[in-house]
């Protein structure tokens, strides 16, 4: 994406020398007479480079990479890329199939931005970690996530990384893309199983917030420090399951009832499959029986 999006504006107002060279070689590999990527104009260059204020930057989680050559006649950005990934099996997972969760390469890529892009003013502007379905208010995988994290973000500034800031994603949990509320990034708790949909924070809330307080992390040989000691309201700790529900006549806990809608969907679609496929066989059945057996057999009586 750097080479795609941030080259241009930061660079030189041209895409990457790699960037072009590889879907030009693809693109007349393919029969077509020029690169499928478009050509900026001089004063295109001149107009693109060095139009920003600052470089805002998403960062969740790391890759391995490696080559991977795709067939010259697929066009597509991943064919264009020709880049394999894979995630290492000790990296410890997350909510999110594609989130293992590896500091260590926050530091790397913000010490990459700067030196491929001159040091530009840096915002970080989503960086978190998901849950998956309903689970304790207790999210101690986020805090070690944060802490992990920001840490790295401090180490990237003692490298002379120009941060500016930092953004946690997200504020609550949210409406994520395909995979809709099931996977949880917020530092709230949403419970979308009562109508009036409350925020109830978790306990990376309070740690959070003591980050924030004390912009870091105290020294701990140093005593206790000021900016530790607040009065914030501890939120409860108890898991947001044990929320009773009534369905079909059963009570059940929120997590129970949402797993018996889905079989009860997926019965339903059984059935409707099965019928349909009933129908079907009825009807070629059908179709195959003789007619006017009845009218022969009289004609020769």
Known sequence: MGGWFAHPIFKNGDYNEVMKTRIRDRSLAAGLSKSRLPEFTEEEKRRINGTFDFFGFNHYTTILASNLDYPNYISSYDADRGVASIADRSWSDSGSFWLKITPFGFRRILKWLKEEYGNPPIYITENGVSERGTSSLNDTIRIYYLRSYINEVLKA?????DIRGYTVWSLMDNFEWATGFTERFGLHFTNYTDPSIPRIPKE?????????????????????????????????????????????????????????????????????????????????????SPRGTGQHELSQM
């Open 157 to 161: 500034i003692q490298d002379n990384v």
């Open 204 to 288: 990376s809330v309070k740690y959070y917030a003591s980050v924030v307080r004390c912009n870091g992390f105290p020294d701990p040989a140093h005593g206790p420090h000021p900016c530790l000691q607040s009065e914030d309201v501890l939120p409860t700790i108890e898991s947001v399951t044990d929320r009773q529900v009534q369905f079909l006549g059963l009570t059940l806990d929120a997590t129970n009832a949402e797993t018996a809608l889905y079989i009860l969907f997926l019965l339903l679609i059984v059935g409707v499959c099965g019928l349909a496929f009933t129908l079907y066989k009825f009807c070629k059945v059908s179709k195959k």
